[in-house]
């Protein structure tokens, strides 16, 4: 079994900044792209960022330059940085995904619970 545990949300102010962590545990071999998914009241959930285990980094355009993502492989552990957060539009639970090598043959996506990330005006 695999687990991701979000933590790092809470509520801010426009333009503040946060930063949010995801930590894997379980027994797998290897993870290999992990990252961030959010969903806003009333809205379907949207890709924000993902990460290969080499460390190649993707972002959707509304994050772009105020989001940065990285990971510790060694901790199994992945961060999203949120600076100059945006009211309505950064406002959502915020879910951690990654793609885990269970054995060599064997690939399965796991989510986190989720985490609340409040930006007031």
């Known amino acids: 079994q695999v687990q991701l545990v979000e933590s790092g949300g809470g509520l801010v102010q426009a333009g503040d900044s946060l930063r949010l962590s995801c930590v894997a545990s379980g027994n797998f071999f290897s993870i290999n792209t992990m990252g961030w998914y959010r969903q806003a009241p009333g809205k379907q959930r949207e890709w924000v960022a993902s990460?290969?285990?080499?460390?190649?980094?993707?972002y959707a355009n509304s994050v772009r330059g105020r989001f940065t993502l990285s990971r510790d492989n060694a901790k199994n552990t992945v961060y999203l940085q949120m600076n100059s957060l945006k009211q309505p539009e950064d406002t959502a639970v915020y879910y951690c995904?990654?793609?885990?090598?269970?054995?060599?043959?064997?690939?399965?996506?796991?989510w986190g619970q989720g985490t609340q990330v409040t930006v007031s005006s």
């Open positions: 995904n990654a793609i885990v090598e269970l054995s060599l043959q064997t690939t399965r996506t796991y």
């Open positions: 990460i290969t285990s080499g460390g190649s980094t993707t």
